[in-house]
């Protein structure tokens, strides 16, 4: 059973950088073709795709915020963490990481429960 | 970078309704398009994959199709768990969501 679950700070000031790590089970990030994703959803708004990381250490960011990420992954802890620095209040989110399969979908089809990240002084 | 563009925004639809989402991608993605349904407070949860393919677990009353830049999710016999929102998903390049069919009870 694939599981996944999102960990950081609820709130970060303007400026700061965040850090969330996604701690996960079932699968393993040394399994050939297989992802894991971050991807945000502002309150009310639509989704958005930051970031993947793929089992070769192979990284993907969105084209509108690769300056500001970084995605890093932990084989032996089963973690990925992303890193998003200069937090404005526009960032306010929940946050969501997502396993990304080699067969199959070849998307994201399991995804933690996603946590609610808040940017304010 | 792709757009993806969802219609209608909101629907209104009662239980039994046939309802269809079209989504429209800025260039070709071939087959590359996944649906998603999310219910609020939740995650999104995976419907349709490479168009057409329903997920395991998922009902037969709900079905995708489409290719290249055109493809709609259809909803045969709406049930009272379908209420949520619905986002169409391409990963040709990347991986871009559009911005969402919210079903409401009519």
């Known amino acids: 059973q694939i599981t996944l679950k999102e960990s950081g700070p609820t709130l970060v000031k303007p400026t700061q950088t965040l850090t969330l790590t996604c701690t996960f089970s079932g699968f393993s990030l040394s399994t050939s073709g297989v992802g894991v994703g971050w991807i945000r959803q502002p309150p009310g708004k639509a989704l958005e795709w930051l970031a993947l990381?793929?089992?070769?250490?192979?990284?993907r960011y969105s084209p509108s915020l690769k300056s500001r990420l970084t995605i890093t992954k932990d084989t032996s802890k089963n973690q990925v963490v992303l890193t998003m620095t200069n937090m404005d209040p526009v960032d306010t989110a929940t946050y969501y990481c997502a396993h990304r399969p080699l067969m199959g979908s070849s998307t994201f089809d399991y995804w933690g429960q996603g946590t609610l990240v808040t940017v304010s002084s | 970078d792709i757009q993806m563009t969802q219609s209608p925004s909101t629907l209104s639809a009662s239980v039994g309704d046939r309802v269809t989402i079209t989504c429209r991608a800025s260039?070709?993605?071939?087959?590359?398009l996944a649906w998603y349904q999310q219910k609020p407070g939740k995650a999104p949860k995976l419907l349709i994959y490479?168009?057409?393919s329903l997920e395991s677990g998922v009902p037969s009353r709900f079905s995708g199709s489409g290719s290249g830049t055109e493809f709609t999710l259809t909803i045969s016999s709406l049930q009272p768990d379908d209420f949520a929102t619905y986002y169409c998903?391409?990963?040709?390049?990347?991986?871009?969501f559009g911005q969402g069919t919210k079903v409401e009870i009519k």
């Open positions: 998903q391409q990963y040709n390049s990347f991986w871009t």
């Open positions: 990381i793929y089992w070769n250490d192979d990284k």
């Open positions: 490479k168009a057409s």
């Open positions: 260039q070709s993605i071939s087959s590359w």
